[in-house]
């Protein structure tokens, strides 16, 4: 499969498995900005969508790491898993405060719900969230079989 080919499996597999992260999202913000944060702009708009990303977050680093990139894990261990995951929390910050920002910005021009503001935001985060991770996290290695060097003429007889 070529490079592309398998980049645009990859991105598939990605958007995908990230509906599931993004009907969490929606649905804690919804519930949070609707029912109990629902006072003003700064619980509406800044803490309702910090709760509900970071449940996204998990849901999303859970099927990158067991579905998404698999492949690209040598070794599944705790370690692993944990070097993973602050990475992937980390590269989640930077979409998140893009989505922040594209979501105040649009609730600020549009005046439309926060939930309707979250997915457009979340579109565009989702694109630089993807890079991220395709690139940097899970970053596919080469896997260059290792050679043996043959043995010097001195060293056969030594081992």
């Not at 006072?39 to 996204?56: L, Q, R, T």
């Amino acid at each position: 499969m070529g490079k592309k080919a398998r980049l645009a499996k990859q991105m598939a597999k990605y958007t995908v498995t990230t509906l599931l992260g993004t009907a969490i999202d929606t649905l804690v913000l919804w519930v949070l900005s609707t029912y109990w944060l629902d006072g003003n702009h700064v619980e509406k708009y800044i803490i309702s969508p910090m709760i509900s990303f970071e449940c996204a977050v998990m849901v999303n680093f859970l099927t990158a790491f067991f579905y998404v990139w698999k492949d690209r894990i040598a070794h599944r261990t705790k370690g692993a898993f944990f070097s993973h995951l602050w990475k992937y929390n980390l590269s989640c910050i930077s979409a998140f405060l893009l989505k922040m920002v594209l979501l105040n910005a649009i609730a600020l021009l549009f005046k439309w719900p926060a939930f309707v503001c979250n997915l457009i935001a979340l579109c565009f985060s989702g694109l630089l969230n993807f890079s991220i991770n395709e690139f940097l996290i899970f970053a596919k290695k080469d896997r260059k079989p290792q050679i043996e060097e043959p043995l010097s003429e001195g060293q056969d007889n030594q081992q």
